[in-house]
């Protein structure tokens, strides 16, 4: 299967609304060429500010430009933007509504020997508490350029996940992407694996082993975390009467607490949750650290035998 990472979709997209659109303005906080700003830098010069290594300064003068009616772009690696810049983000952002889009590069445990201080972890719990603010996690290469597209069809703040190394491309140009609806891309009957990010791919493979064992999964993509896509995770889990969730994120306040704070207002099911368990990330090959922190087919696996026993 083909391997390209989710942040050259996010550098495809910037180029293309910059082109179509003049108000579009992309800021940088001196890692161009880890989040593919560096594209927009060398083909669209007077629509890049890099303001340095300086987050809150960078979400700030975001704020300013969107308050003057351009469309800001923000880009920096996620672990400093939604923790040294999370008030700028809450008061100046949110709190005023202001249309600035925010790109969170350097996701998750898969980023490797750059480490636990690098890793973002906790991302998704801190901008879900915030009011007024959409959060996308995609799963491959194209679902995050449609996202890009997408967000900034939306007038408001926004937060966008990906990870640095290439991942499994499992959608194509054509896939349907709907911001704020779960879509899913493998029908089952016994178990529903809700899973956004690097994870989905690793359900579709889990899908299919548990297929061969007579166990048919519904894997569901839950690219978009907030607003969360309450009907259709209802949906899906009545459908089985069992759940796993699966994200690279803290167990705590991310996409599985989002799943299991709805389903215990409109569908008791038993869930199971796979996810960094309570802990920092530390350096290592991307693969290794994967199946270190518990978040490899083998774990996803074993939580869809833990919550079958559980299944009335």
């Not at 609304?17 to 579009?24: A, D, F, I, R, T």
């Not at 597209?149 to 194509?172: D, E, H, Q």
């Amino acid at each position: 299967m083909e391997k390209v990472p989710m942040r050259d979709g996010y550098g495809r997209a910037l180029l293309e609304l910059c082109k179509q659109h003049e108000e579009v303005i992309v800021l940088d906080a001196d890692v161009a060429t880890s989040t593919r700003t560096d594209w927009v830098r060398r083909q669209y010069a007077d629509r890049y500010v890099n303001v340095g290594i300086s987050e809150q300064d960078l979400v700030g003068t975001a704020a300013g430009m969107a308050a003057a009616g351009l469309s800001p772009f923000v880009s920096t690696y996620g672990v400093f933007l939604t923790g040294r810049a999370w008030e700028q983000i809450r008061n100046t952002v949110c709190y005023n509504r202001l249309n600035v889009k925010l790109g969170g590069a350097h996701a998750g445990i898969s980023v490797g020997p750059d480490g636990g201080t690098h890793q973002a972890l906790e991302d998704v719990a801190l901008m879900r508490t915030i009011p007024n603010m959409t959060i996308v996690v995609p799963c491959d290469y194209w679902e995050t350029y449609k996202a890009t597209l997408a967000l900034y069809a939306v007038k408001g703040p926004s937060y966008l996940r990906f990870g640095r190394n290439p991942v499994a491309v499992i959608t194509n140009e054509h896939t349907p992407f709907t911001l704020g609806k779960v879509a899913c891309l493998r029908e089952g009957t016994d178990v529903t694996l809700f899973a956004n990010g690097i994870m989905v791919a690793t359900c579709l493979q889990v899908a299919a082993q548990l297929a061969a064992q007579g166990i048919e999964a519904a894997v569901v993509n839950v690219h978009t975390v907030k607003p969360l896509d309450e009907e259709g995770i209802c949906r899906y889990a009545a459908q089985t009467g069992a759940v796993v969730v699966c994200e690279e994120h803290q167990q705590i306040g991310g996409l599985g607490s989002a799943v299991c704070e709805t389903l215990s207002r409109c569908c008791c099911t038993p869930v199971e949750t796979v996810g960094i368990q309570d802990c920092f990330g530390s350096s290592g090959n991307p693969e290794e650290l994967v199946q270190a922190y518990h978040l490899g087919e083998a774990d996803v696996y074993r939580a869809v035998q833990k919550v079958l026993l559980r299944k009335q």
